[in-house]
């Protein structure tokens, strides 16, 4: 590997995530908070959790980061399964477009990735904290990810709260406990970060819908020309469709539902 390669953004981008990561826990247990109390008693359960949760983050952070988003592959592999969006009909109206960068002919929900500059299957959004694509293949992992560094971001926090001594002199107060009061702080801004990505893609996840498609429905063929999402199974089989990968129906069946409840209807 060329020693430029180490100095891409996206190494950049893993290797600054895994140093703050290893540093805020590092100050956490340097500092008077309830893990170092816990260690000094002897009670190790609670600083190994903490730990394995850090860890169980970290990993699945670079397994989203360094995995296949679910890049269109032009040819397509023989052995690969029919997708989905291969298999679901059409309306004729709406046909599939040519990629204009990478000239690959698009399945249905996918959009070209300029960052990546490939185009990515159920193209969710280029999530610049991973410099990576998130698609249909590590969309799942993505949202696993979320919940539990929310988990660790909000145990850290009570954490860091509970070191910190306010009842001190200023300068006093400074030396012992500057640096994790900052911590405190960015603790507290990345919660709020991660608890809102987490509800918004869960919201999204229940509806069937990307954040592409929902942010420009009205830019999108085969949104724009239905009246409502056409890809909604009800929460239940959403689902079960996106996190244990339950077929989630084909147009076909779609727009047969849609004519036997007008039918229903009329009569």
């Known amino acids: 590997m060329a020693p430029w390669a180490l100095l891409s953004p996206g190494v950049l981008v893993r290797t600054g995530h895994t140093v703050l990561t290893w540093g805020i826990t590092l100050v956490l247990f340097l500092h008077d908070t309830e893990l170092r ?3 000094e008693q002897g009670q190790l359960l609670l600083p190994l959790t903490f730990l394995f949760l850090v860890l169980g983050s970290l990993l699945l952070y670079l397994a989203v980061s360094l995995m296949d988003p679910g ?3 032009v040819p397509p592999q023989p052995q690969e399964e029919p997708k989905e969006e291969q298999t679901a ?3 004729q109206a709406i ?3 040519r990629c204009r960068y990478c000239l690959v002919l698009q399945p249905l929900r996918a959009r070209h990735c ?3 500059r490939r185009c990515v299957r159920r193209y969710d959004h280029h999530c610049p904290w991973m410099e990576n694509c998130v698609g249909g293949r590590n969309h799942p992992l993505f949202v696993a990810y979320l919940a539990l560094q929310l988990v660790v971001l909000l145990w850290g926090l009570s954490l860091a709260w509970s070191g910190l001594r306010f009842f001190q002199p200023w ?3 400074l030396r012992s406990s500057g640096l994790l009061f900052a911590t405190f702080l960015l ?3 990345f919660s709020l970060v991660a608890g809102l990505l987490l509800a918004s893609h869960l919201y999204l996840v229940a509806s ?3 954040t592409w498609e929902f942010i420009s429905s009205h830019r999108i063929a085969y949104l724009r020309q239905r009246p409502g999402n056409p890809f909604d199974r009800g929460l239940t089989h959403n689902l079960a469709h996106f996190f244990c990968g339950w077929p989630s129906g084909s147009w076909e069946t779609l727009r047969a539902e849609e004519q036997e409840e007008g039918s229903s209807q009329a009569v």
């Open 37 to 39: 109390q816990w260690e």
């Open 71 to 73: 890049y269109v592959n």
């Open 89 to 91: 009909m059409v309306p």
């Open 95 to 97: 046909t599939l477009r």
């Open 114 to 116: 300029r960052e990546c």
């Open 171 to 173: 300068g006093l107060w």
């Open 187 to 189: 603790l507290s801004l």
């Open 208 to 210: 069937n819908t990307t």
